[in-house]
C-alpha cells in the first residue's frame, strides 16, 4: 500500500503548481485524505483535507482562498492546485490518508502517509 505525491517543484512567487497523490494497492475512496507541508526546522503543518466523497473540505488559514484540494475516487488520486503561490509555500508536501472519512486537520488522525514532493517557491 503506497500514496505516490509528485507535481512539485520549483516556481516564482505569484505561479501555480498541482500537486496529485496516488494510491496503490488500496483504494481509500472511503477515507479522509490530506495534504501536510514541512518547511526546513519547521514541524509538519496541514495545509488542506477533503473527506471521501468530495463534498467538505478544510484548509488551513495560510492557503485559504489560494489553494483547492480535490479528489477523484475512481482514480483513487487525490490533488493540491496551488495558486498565488508565496515563498513562505516553500516545503516538502506530503499527502495522508485519514482512518475516517470526516475532514480533519489532526495529525495523528492520518495513519498513512506518502513520501514528500519538494514545491520551492523563489521570491
Known amino acids: 500500500v503506497q500514496l505516490q505525491a509528485c507535481g512539485g517543484g520549483l516556481v516564482q512567487a505569484g505561479g501555480s503548481l498541482r500537486l496529485s497523490c496516488a494510491a496503490s494497492g488500496r483504494a481509500f475512496s472511503n477515507n479522509a485524505m490530506g495534504w501536510f507541508r514541512q518547511a526546513p526546522g519547521k514541524e509538519r503543518e496541514f495545509v488542506a483535507a477533503?473527506?471521501?466523497?468530495?463534498?467538505?473540505?478544510l484548509y488551513s488559514a495560510s492557503v485559504k482562498g489560494r489553494f483547492t484540494i480535490s479528489r477523484d475516487r475512481v482514480k483513487n488520486t487525490v490533488f493540491l492546485q496551488m495558486n498565488s503561490l508565496k515563498p513562505e509555500d516553500t516545503a516538502v508536501y506530503y499527502c495522508?490518508?485519514?482512518?475516517?472519512?470526516?475532514?480533519?486537520?489532526?495529525?495523528?488522525?492520518?495513519?498513512?502517509w506518502g513520501q514528500g514532493t519538494l514545491v520551492t517557491v523563489s521570491s
Open positions: 477533503i473527506n471521501w466523497n468530495g463534498g467538505t473540505t
Open positions: 495522508a490518508a485519514s482512518i475516517g472519512s470526516k475532514t480533519t486537520d489532526y495529525t495523528g488522525d492520518y495513519r498513512k
